[in-house]
Every structure is written in C-alpha cells, then in structure tokens.
C-alpha cells in the first residue's frame, strides 16, 4: 500500500504542559511502549520561526516562551500533510545560535503522531488536528529544576542565565499561555513521565484507537 492510498487518517496526540514539565518523557514514554506500530515524534520546538536575519544581540533577546516565537503557520501545514498521508521535509532547530539550520529532515507520515510542545494546545486550529489532546501537570519547583539541569547540560546554559530567562519569561509565559491550555485537554497527567498509571492507560486508548481502525 503506497502512503497516499491509506483511507484511515493518522491518530495525532498532542502533549503540552510547560517547560520543564515532563511532557517530553510521557511522549518517549508513550512512543517506547508502542514499538511495533507505525509511530512518529514530532517536536513543536522544530518550529522556532527562523531568525537567520537577525544579529545574535537580537537573537538572545526574543521572548522563546511566547506564542509568537513559533512558526504555527508551518506547523499546521506539515501536520496536515503528514495527516493526508504526505511526508514533508522538517525544520531543523539550532538552539546553540537561536535559529533553523540549513538541514531540514524528511520526514515520512506514519499510523501514529506524536507532537509535543508547550503550545500544541494554544491554537484551535492545531487541535482542531489532535485526536488525543494530554496536558501534563508538574509542579513550578520541579519545572525549574529540570530545566536548569538540561539547559546546562545539553545546551551549554550558564546557571544564572537560566534562572534569569525563567524569572522574566519562562514562569509568567507559563501562567499566561500554556497553564490556560489545560482546559482543552483530554487527559492531565500530574508529575510527567514518573507517573506511571497514566501513561499506561494512555498507551492502553491509544492501543484500542489504533486497533478500532485497523478493523
């Protein structure tokens, strides 16, 4: 069977909650426990609008944690193909330089999408997209700790940088924009990926979804 020629529309889920929450380890989490089925992960952070016309000064400057920071437009466009069965070529997110790469990866639709992203659930036209629409819920303390811990081992974060980004922008973002989201979801998971119970019967929904089209 050729990609275009499927009749059944991919089962899209989106899971959102703010930085630092866990949303990223209940999507690895869902992903590992549906090995064996056609499944994809699609991070909303490869959208970062493209800033290869801007200095670095004005780079560092822009307000990651807003809305507007996020190519929605190219977003919706590319789930929507990936829904219609065709594969698309994805943006490449440099977070050492604050802009897209000159990569791009193909990518080919499959049974299942995973999006992940702080703001998968802020435009009605992107849930208008979402079967299974999941928020996770974590505490402010915690979000802080892991944030700093992956800013300053993966991206090459200072300590203080961090606490500053998050003291002007990160937690007011989150309380303006991303907690009001939590009203759209299907599913609250408190406590991200250590919460064990709910990410097994998301994994069992999921399951039965999948199996309701296969048949």
Known sequence: MTEGSHKKKPIIIGVTGGSGSGKTSVSHAIFDQLHGHS?????????YRDQSDMSMEQRAAVN???????????LISQLSELSNWQPIDKPVYDYTVFTRSDRTEHVKPKEVIILEGIFVLSDPRLR????IKVFVDTDDDIRIIRRI????????????S???????TVKPMY????????RYADVIVPEGGENKVAIDLLVTKIRDIIRAVEN
């Open 39 to 47: 499944i994809l992960m699609l991070e909303q952070d490869s959208y």
């Open 64 to 74: 990651y944690d807003h809305p507007d920071a996020f190519d929605t437009e190219l």
């Open 128 to 131: 208008d997209l979402l079967d």
């Open 149 to 160: 811990q992956r800013d300053m081992t993966e991206r090459g974060r200072s300590l203080q």
């Open 162 to 168: 961090v606490i500053d980004q998050y003291l002007q």
């Open 175 to 182: 309380h303006q924009f991303i907690e009001p989201t939590k």
